[in-house]
């Protein structure tokens, strides 16, 4: 007996055929028997027909309860054939599987009306898309490391940034977008991304719960994030094909690399070349040119702010600090009873208060208080007066403290305890 061939194989038998291949040229080609080519070959040329078409569908049996249940179904409605199955289980005792219904639906009813997609060019500044590409197993300084490439490009004129990674945590999501904003001189109005956690905390598309982190990161950037809609990939089509070209013409598999900062730089290079060849489809000039035609259109580059990964708000209480992380900051003193925002990053705290950085602290100190003294000094507000000045028994032991114990004179104890009578 023949042994079952795919329907692709059979296909390939057949097209070769007509081209004139002799059998044993195909039977090679696909792996199998002589013997098999000829019974395909055979079957075609006899007319032969499967005969599980002309077997008789198993829901037929329910021909008119099918019928009545998509009749009384809203005209223009979605189709749930697995909520018609469910629907002659219970109202008609079907034994039959979903598949069995599926079948009979597709033989006996014509397709559904499929929906057109719109082609939209955005306007000059209006969009950039993002997204990873995973690059397993690159030699770099000696050894093989797992990458990602994370790629930005606007879509109007089509020029893009690509920017190296070892991590995709949110310290890394913020990193390489200010890598790539920089490269791409500007700031477009929005941003399209996928649902990874790093963008997307709950959900999916424009229902879903943006990560606030990444949504203080955009408002301080002044770009609108643009979620994906799930299982859609087409929604960013022009970064998604950048990313194919890379694996293809600019592969960095091809060699090995010195330090992580020699491929961003070789890739760099590729993509600027890249650039000055490739036509850009809404201008007809190059992307070079198109993307010094678009630049006018990007907001400015504001202060790169320092990647963060959380996000929390705290009210400053009357002693000019805050807690967080399990640690107490201190704040300048006209900030007390207000509401901050602070940022964790990578090796530092910062505190915000009206978008603008107040105060900086290192981050994950074996110390669980950390204070600088300016915060406790400066001229009174219309709303806060400055805490009292040091006495002398503080300016004392401050002279002590900033002094080796082994170079601190007799006379500054005297005087310290002097002060303290």
Same mark, same amino acid.
């Given at each position: 007996?023949?042994?079952?061939?795919?329907?692709? #194989?059979?296909?390939?038998? +057949?097209?070769?055929?007509?081209?004139?291949?002799?059998?044993?040229?195909?039977?090679?080609?696909?792996?199998?028997?002589?013997?098999?080519?000829?019974?395909?070959?055979?079957?075609?040329?006899?007319?032969?027909?499967?005969?599980?078409?002309?077997?008789?569908?198993?829901?037929?049996?329910?021909?008119?309860?099918?019928?009545?249940?998509?009749?009384? !179904?809203? =005209?223009?409605?979605?189709?749930?054939?697995? #909520?018609?199955?469910?629907?002659?289980?219970?109202?008609?005792?079907?034994?039959?599987? $979903?598949?069995?219904?599926?079948?009979?639906?597709?033989?006996?009813?014509?397709? %559904?009306?499929?929906?057109?997609?719109?082609?939209?060019?955005?306007?000059?500044?209006?969009?950039?898309?993002?997204?990873?590409?995973?690059?397993?197993?690159?030699?770099?300084?000696?050894?093989?490391?797992?990458?990602?490439?994370?790629?930005?490009?606007?879509?109007?004129?089509?020029?893009?940034?690509?920017?190296?990674?070892?991590?995709?945590?949110?310290?890394?999501?913020?990193?390489?977008?200010?890598?790539?904003?920089?490269?791409?001189?500007?700031? @477009?109005?929005?941003?399209?991304?996928?649902?990874?956690?790093? #963008?997307?905390?709950?959900?999916?598309?424009?229902?879903?719960?943006?990560?606030?982190?990444?949504?203080?990161?955009?408002?301080?950037?002044?770009?609108?994030?643009?979620?994906? @809609?799930?299982?859609? %990939?087409?929604?960013?089509? +022009?970064?998604?094909?950048?990313?194919?070209?890379?694996?293809?013409?600019?592969?960095?598999?091809?060699?090995?690399?010195?330090?992580?900062?020699?491929?961003?730089?070789?890739?760099?290079?590729?993509?600027?070349?890249?650039?000055?060849? !490739?036509?850009? %489809?809404?201008?007809?000039?190059?992307?070079?040119?198109?993307?010094?035609?678009?630049?006018?259109?990007?907001?400015?580059?504001?202060? $790169?702010?320092?990647?963060?990964?959380?996000?929390?708000?705290?009210?400053?209480?009357?002693?000019?600090?805050?807690?967080?992380?399990?640690?107490?900051?201190?704040?300048?003193?006209?900030?007390?009873?207000?509401?901050?925002?602070? !940022?964790?990053?990578?090796?530092?705290?910062?505190?915000?208060?009206?978008?603008?950085?107040? #105060?900086?602290?290192?981050?994950?100190?074996?110390?669980?208080?950390?204070?600088?003294?300016?915060?406790?000094?400066?001229?009174?507000?219309?709303?806060?007066?400055?805490? @009292?000045?040091?006495?002398?028994?503080?300016?004392?032991?401050?002279?002590?403290?900033?002094?080796? @114990?082994?170079?601190?004179?007799?006379?500054?104890?005297?005087?310290? =305890?002097?002060?303290?009578?």
């Amino acid at each position: 007996m023949a042994p079952k061939l795919n329907l692709e #194989a059979r296909m390939t038998i +057949k097209e070769l055929a007509r081209r004139g291949w002799a059998n044993t040229a195909i039977a090679t080609t696909l792996g199998v028997t002589e013997g098999t080519v000829r019974y395909h070959r055979r079957r075609w040329e006899s007319g032969a027909v499967d005969g599980r078409s002309e077997q008789t569908h198993v829901a037929a049996s329910q021909q008119e309860a099918i019928a009545a249940w998509l009749a009384a !179904r809203p =005209a223009g409605g979605p189709l749930n054939l697995a #909520a018609l199955h469910e629907h002659l289980i219970r109202e008609h005792d079907y034994t039959g599987s $979903l598949r069995s219904v599926q079948r009979y639906y597709r033989a006996h009813y014509p397709p %559904p009306k499929r929906r057109a997609r719109r082609r939209v060019e955005t306007p000059p500044g209006g969009q950039a898309q993002a997204d990873w590409a995973h690059f397993p197993g690159l030699v770099v300084a000696s050894r093989k490391q797992d990458l990602y490439a994370f790629h930005l490009q606007l879509s109007h004129s089509r020029y893009a940034a690509v920017v190296w990674s070892t991590r995709r945590d949110q310290l890394s999501w913020q990193s390489v977008h200010n890598a790539g904003l920089k490269r791409l001189q500007g700031v @477009p109005a929005t941003i399209r991304v996928d649902n990874e956690k790093t #963008a997307v905390a709950r959900g999916a598309g424009a229902w879903g719960e943006l990560n606030e982190a990444y949504r203080r990161y955009a408002l301080s950037m002044r770009f609108h994030i643009d979620p994906c @809609p799930p299982r859609c %990939p087409e929604a960013k089509g +022009k970064v998604e094909r950048r990313i194919r070209h890379h694996r293809l013409h600019a592969n960095p598999h091809q060699r090995t690399w010195e330090s992580l900062e020699e491929l961003q730089a070789w890739t760099d290079e590729r993509v600027h070349a890249c650039a000055a060849q !490739r036509r850009c %489809p809404a201008t007809g000039t190059t992307v070079l040119e198109a993307w010094r035609q678009e630049l006018p259109f990007l907001a400015p580059l504001p202060d $790169l702010p320092e990647p963060f990964d959380i996000v929390v708000h705290r009210r400053v209480a009357r002693d000019c600090t805050i807690q967080f992380e399990g640690r107490t900051y201190s704040v300048p003193f006209p900030l007390i009873e207000q509401t901050v925002e602070i !940022r964790g990053g990578a090796g530092q705290v910062q505190i915000l208060a009206q978008g603008a950085v107040v #105060a900086t602290h290192p981050r994950h100190t074996q110390q669980r208080i950390l204070l600088d003294p300016s915060h406790f000094e400066g001229p009174a507000t219309e709303r806060v007066i400055p805490p @009292p000045p040091l006495g002398r028994m503080g300016r004392r032991l401050q002279e002590i403290a900033a002094m080796p @114990p082994e170079l601190r004179p007799m006379d500054l104890y005297v005087a310290a =305890a002097g002060a303290a009578r």
